[in-house]
């Protein structure tokens, strides 16, 4: 039986934090085993904060080295950048003229980004339109997103819906959403567990990444909230105890394992033991992770390779769907 197809994308600014591998990468990597996976880094995505030209094709290949060391395969899955499958732009254009202008202002990444930028282009108006184009143009089965992606997952099948029955065909597969699992996308701030770990977060405090060496994980994980329950209490509890649940969550990601066997072992045990056996194990998985990094990162050779090879394996099934809508609205001539 013909896999399934799963689709997802990682946007190329800036240092990734444990966050990205957890909530991301480390579920790209699973589901590979059961679905056809196709991953994009969305360069054209990125351009809606100004990007220096230096910094962003350093971040394409930092990111395409970090989905590599994190085990996205790419004889087994696609993995490519955005921009160099025409596609997704062509697709970005008709699809503009199926969405309501009304449904776009209503999302509430665009309301806060137009809040927090000076910089308010028509890209970031733009954003899940062209997001819909990538999940369109490959008869997506499901997209693993994190919470944040909802709204806008709910929007490409609004676009889908649309734009089948206003044809009667079933030019796109409706696509659905595939939250993370094991908490995945809960991976909170070390210092105020209750926001969500960024990488744009000025306390870098609050975030692990994935270049952090040894000594700062140690301080940040020393620094991290947890509460003053007493005696300890070693139990996962995202309301009570948001801190304890966040190193819980980070910690069964890394080690795989399960929260519940963790609190078995760390039952009667204080806060101390747990984070010492957060910090080393933090350690021990981040020097691997960026040892399998380096590997990549300074093999430009082999990942230009991937990257063309990528493209085109994208572009062949891209350019079906693309056909398929030219000959349904009329442009087949
Ligand atoms: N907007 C997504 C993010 O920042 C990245 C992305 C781009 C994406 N295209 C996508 C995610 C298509 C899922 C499907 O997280």
Request: charged share 20%; hydrophobic share 40%.
């Amino acid at each position: 039986m013909k896999k399934k197809i799963i689709f997802s994308g990682i946007q190329p600014t800036g240092l990734l934090t444990i966050g990205n591998y957890i909530g991301a990468l480390s579920q790209w990597k699973k589901l590979q085993k059961k679905y056809f996976c196709i991953y994009c880094i969305a360069d054209l995505h990125a351009l809606t904060i100004f990007q220096k030209k230096n910094m962003l094709s350093n971040n394409i290949l930092d990111v395409l080295s970090i989905c590599l060391a994190s085990g996205i395969n790419p004889k087994k899955s696609i993995i490519f950048i955005q921009s160099h499958v025409p596609q997704h732009t062509q697709l970005n254009w008709i699809l503009n003229c199926f969405t309501n202008f009304g449904a776009i202002r209503r999302m509430t990444q665009f309301k806060e980004k137009i809040y927090l930028n000076k910089n308010i282009n028509v890209g970031l108006f733009n954003y899940p339109i062209l997001m819909a184009a990538d999940i369109l143009l490959y008869q997506t089965y499901k997209i693993p997103v994190g919470k944040d992606q909802i709204q806008h997952i709910e929007l490409v099948r609004d676009i889908a819906n649309r734009f089948n029955n206003i044809y009667g065909k079933k030019i796109f597969t409706i696509p659905k959403k595939k939250l993370h699992e094991n908490y995945g996308s809960c991976i909170m701030s070390l210092l105020s567990p209750i926001k969500k770990m960024s990488k744009s977060d000025n306390n870098k405090n609050n975030i692990i990444t994935l270049f952090d060496n040894d000594l700062t994980i140690r301080k940040k994980i020393q620094y991290a909230i947890t509460d003053s329950d007493n005696p300890p209490n070693i139990k996962f509890d995202l309301k009570n105890k948001p801190g304890i649940s966040n190193l819980l969550i980070i910690l069964s990601n890394i080690t795989e394992i399960s929260i519940q066997k963790l609190e078995c072992n760390f039952n009667n045990k204080n806060y101390y033991d747990l984070k010492e056996f957060v910090i080393n194990n933090l350690c021990l998985f981040l020097n691997k992770l960026r040892k399998k990094f380096f590997f990549y990162r300074q093999n430009e050779i082999l990942l230009k390779s991937i990257i063309i090879d990528g493209a085109q394996k994208a572009e062949k099934y891209a350019k079906i769907t693309l056909e398929k809508v030219y000959n349904t609205i009329g442009l087949d001539i």
